[in-house]
């Protein structure tokens, strides 16, 4: 059986090597416990399957530049799921209960860096089409922004998100 759940201190290593098997390296890894020391992960999921992990997704705060806390955005990086489990549902019921997440504790939007192919799904649509711009070199296709909940006007010159 499944479980989608948040994370607790007894997963930190399982989450680890969810991420080393998924990429394929120690990046990602030690991405999520650098934004776990900085208490920016808002939202850190797994996914159980009979008492193994086999996916995490993280969805941590970002900051804007110029500064708009009223936009009080999350970003998703990263999300991941073990190869042997991948294209079984897993990674887009992280996704689906992330959002849900996110919504319920009040974030306006959701920025990723990710497949063009596969977020559109979970609505997500061009970022840059909405005016914010990435900090780092990410294709425009992958620079994409969900709305979870309604936003104030943001301004519409070239924020910087991330
Ligand atoms: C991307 C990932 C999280 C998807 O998890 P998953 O459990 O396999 O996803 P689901 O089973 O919910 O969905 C499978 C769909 O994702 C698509 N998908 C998987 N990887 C993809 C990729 N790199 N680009 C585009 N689509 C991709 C599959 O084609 C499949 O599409 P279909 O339903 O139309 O056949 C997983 O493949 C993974 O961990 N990949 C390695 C790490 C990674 O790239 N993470 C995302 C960074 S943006």
Redesign the pocket.
């Known amino acids: 059986m499944l479980t989608i759940r948040y994370e607790t201190s007894g997963d930190y290593e399982g989450i680890r090597q969810i991420n080393r098997k ?2 394929s390296r120690e990046n990602e890894a030690e991405l999520v416990d650098r934004l776990r020391n900085h208490n920016a992960a808002a939202v850190s999921l797994v996914a159980e399957m009979n008492g193994e992990l086999v ?1 995490h997704a993280l969805f941590s705060t970002v900051t804007f530049q110029p500064e708009c806390p009223a936009l009080n955005a999350v970003t998703l990086a ?4 073990i190869p042997a ?8 019921q992280l996704m689906e209960t992330g959002i849900k997440e996110c919504r319920k504790k009040g974030y306006g939007m959701i920025f990723l860096v ?2 063009a ?2 977020y559109p799904r979970f609505g997500f649509s061009s970022a840059g089409n909405k005016g914010f711009k990435c900090e780092y070199e990410a294709l425009d296709e992958a620079w994409m922004v969900l709305e979870v909940n309604e936003v104030p006007q943001y301004p519409k010159k070239r924020n910087r998100a991330l």
């Open positions: 998924a990429f996916g990263p999300l991941a799921v489990y991948q294209r079984q549902g897993i990674g887009s990710g497949h192919d596969y």
